[in-house]
Nanobody, 118 residues
Framework: QVQLVESGGGLVQAGGSLRLSCAVS????????MGWYRQAPGKQRELVAS??????KYADSVKGRFTISRDNAKNTMYLQMNSLKPEDTAVYYC?????????????WGQGTLVTVSS
């Protein structure tokens, strides 16, 4: 059973930075494409950054401000977020791309809340 544990969120002023971490257990982490997703209040969850073994991809809304990385030896993924904006406020989740699922039930961690004040 895959387990996902996100951490590093918090309250930050606009223009500030945060670094999120994601610890993964129960799967062969290094073989999977991974991503950071976020869900803002009243909105659907969206994929904001993804990483394969060598490639990275970003949503237009975070391109140039966020950097995704991974440490396969530690089964851990990171999201460095700079120049944060109030519209980045959301609960951030990590998962595989596509997401892990048991049957039709998607597997998610508890997420980590990022709040950006103006």
């Amino acid at each position: 059973q895959v387990q996902l544990v996100e951490s590093g969120g918090g309250l930050v002023q606009a223009g500030g930075s945060l670094r999120l971490s994601c610890a993964v257990s129960g799967s062969i982490f290094r073989f999977n494409s991974m991503g950071w997703y976020r869900q803002a209040p009243g909105k659907q969850r969206e994929l904001v950054a993804s990483i394969t073994t060598i490639f990275t991809k970003y949503a237009d809304s975070v391109k140039g401000r966020f950097t995704i990385s991974r440490d396969n030896a530690k089964n851990t993924m990171y999201l460095q977020m700079n120049s944060l904006k109030p519209e980045d406020t959301a609960v951030y989740y990590c998962n595989r791309v596509p997401v892990w699922a048991t049957g039709s039930l998607e597997v998610w961690g508890q997420g980590t809340l990022v709040t950006v004040s103006s």
